[in-house]
């Protein structure tokens, strides 16, 4: 009995700890100071800990291994084989990567990400905790909503009020283009579920000023590459929509009310959004998407997209031809970049490429590249069946987690959000989440073949 007491303490203990890293992660600036990465990595550890003990105590472990974290672990044996060093024939030091040091730096965090990936493949998987991970998510995006939009119009350039900022700050974050990222992973979740008729009566209400505030928030970010990405969103979970629509039987009469009902909620969302940019005021906004600059309107001085991307792109591409299989190194682009910009007479300093696409390929290679793909397969293959459940919590949960997904990655063509442990936990999170309700989807009596059960002896035979 007390054994069982243990097991389901430390089962709900560590469902609970996934949350509050979650929240760490995104209140900590994303975690990307050496304090906090610590704290982060640290968590990780002693989160596997919980798990090897809870395993003792049931003499058994059972694992639940989604294929969104076949490509992650790729990823990780990649930047293993990178950090590896030796020294040559004259004793210098020699690795695969540039900046053996930033590589091995970057596994750690990949590890520890994958480690949390795993974790919630396998503690965030029953209808309560799904429905927890959800309204919390909702909820912590909806206040940090409001949170950004008081310290935005407060006229307060420091993070948290004390903290100072040298680039644009919004919210917790030193960059405004990461609380757009943040925004647009969270944003879908409570779209989805008035869309799929989850929630209904005055919950729609509650669930839809959430999205609002979130969506306005990530608009007076001024990222335009936010701005598109939320868009995007709308207009995915308006398609995935009329996709669950025709997976469900012809015979049901209430399946063109659900096509309304999802078309409906996101051209609420979509109104309420604009009709708060506008009440607020709409000038900044305007005239960053027109010139790129929110104080001026003149469109004599629209800035260049080579000025803003264009010159980094082109010596990333650079960097791409010389090193095409296994790139420069997971974590050594700001060491490599200035060697390939001299290359084609520039000169600069940038720790990122703006474009994850671009920049895997350029730290690791086609070997990276592939990892990428796989993964990105993986997951749109998950959320396609997913959005089929007939469940409508679980199918919302595809389509409002899958909708952030795909957010995200269109954010990425011109950003680097996902080098945020705390976007790339979220992202991460919800894509193993998302794995095991696809898993379950088309198969439903083999449901079982989502996972990859390990029984094992670890104490000895329990007695019959």
């Keep these: 009995m007390l054994g069982f007491e243990m097991s389901d303490f430390l089962d709900n203990a560590i469902a609970a700890s996934l949350i509050l890293v979650v929240i760490f992660a995104a209140l900590a600036h994303g975690v990307v100071e050496p304090w906090s990465i610590f704290v982060f990595e640290l968590a990780s550890v002693v989160l596997a800990l919980l798990w090897t003990i809870k395993a003792v105590a049931d003499r058994k472990l059972r694992l639940v291994m989604p294929q969104t974290i076949w490509p992650l672990g790729a990823l990780v044996l990649l930047g293993l084989a990178q950090s590896v060093s030796w020294n040559d024939g004259a004793g210098f030091r020699q690795s695969l990567s540039l900046d053996v040091e930033s590589t091995r730096g970057t596994v750690l965090v990949l590890c520890s990400l994958l480690t949390l990936s795993i974790l919630a493949a396998n503690f965030l998987n029953s209808e309560v905790r799904l429905l927890t991970l959800t309204q919390v998510l909702i909820f912590f995006g909806a206040v940090m909503g409001v949170f950004g939009l008081v310290q935005y119009f407060s006229g307060s350039a420091d993070v948290y009020w004390t903290r100072h900022a040298e680039a644009s700050p919004f919210g917790p974050f030193f960059n405004r283009d990461h ?32 999205a609002m505030f979130m969506g306005v928030a990530a608009i007076f970010t001024l990222s335009r590459g936010g701005m598109i990405s939320i868009f995007a969103e709308m207009i995915f979970i308006a398609a995935m929509s009329f996709r669950r629509h025709r997976a469900m039987t012809a015979s049901k009469g209430p399946g063109k009310a659900r096509i309304a009902t999802g078309v409906a909620a996101v051209a609420a969302i979509l109104a309420a959004i604009v009709t708060g940019v506008i009440w607020i005021g709409a000038e ?19 800035q260049t997209f080579y000025s803003v991307r264009g010159e980094i792109w082109e010596n990333t591409w650079t960097m791409i031809r010389q090193n095409p299989l296994m790139g420069v190194g997971l974590g050594a ?11 084609n007479g ?3 300093v940038t720790a990122e490429a703006h474009n994850d696409y671009l920049e895997i390929l350029a730290v690791g290679g086609v070997i990276g590249a592939m990892s990428a793909l796989w993964f990105i397969w993986a997951l749109f293959r998950a959320i396609g069946r997913g959005v089929r459940s007939p469940d409508p919590l679980t199918a919302a949960i595809a389509l409002g987690g899958g909708a952030g997904l795909f957010g995200l990655l269109v954010h990425s063509f011109f950003d680097f959000n996902l080098h945020l442990p705390s ?13 095991n309700i696809g898993a ?13 059960s ?11």
């Design 440 to 452: 379950t989807v088309d198969e439903p009596v083999k449901s079982e073949t989502a996972y990859l």
């Design 284 to 302: 900044p906004v305007i005239n960053r998407i027109a010139t790129g600059d929110p104080n001026s309107s003149d469109l004599s001085r629209t």
């Design 454 to 464: 390990v029984a094992t002896s670890l104490i000895g035979r329990a007695s019959s």
């Design 423 to 435: 976007h790339a936990t979220v992202f991460l999170l919800l894509s193993v989440v998302i794995s």
């Design 179 to 210: 609380f757009a990222g943040y925004m647009e992973l969270l944003i879908a979740l409570p779209v989805a579920l008035i869309a799929t008729g989850y929630v209904r009566g005055e919950k729609r209400m509650a669930y839809g000023i959430a």
């Design 346 to 348: 520039m000169q600069g």
């Design 333 to 343: 682009y700001e060491t490599a970049y200035p060697i390939y910009a001299r290359e």
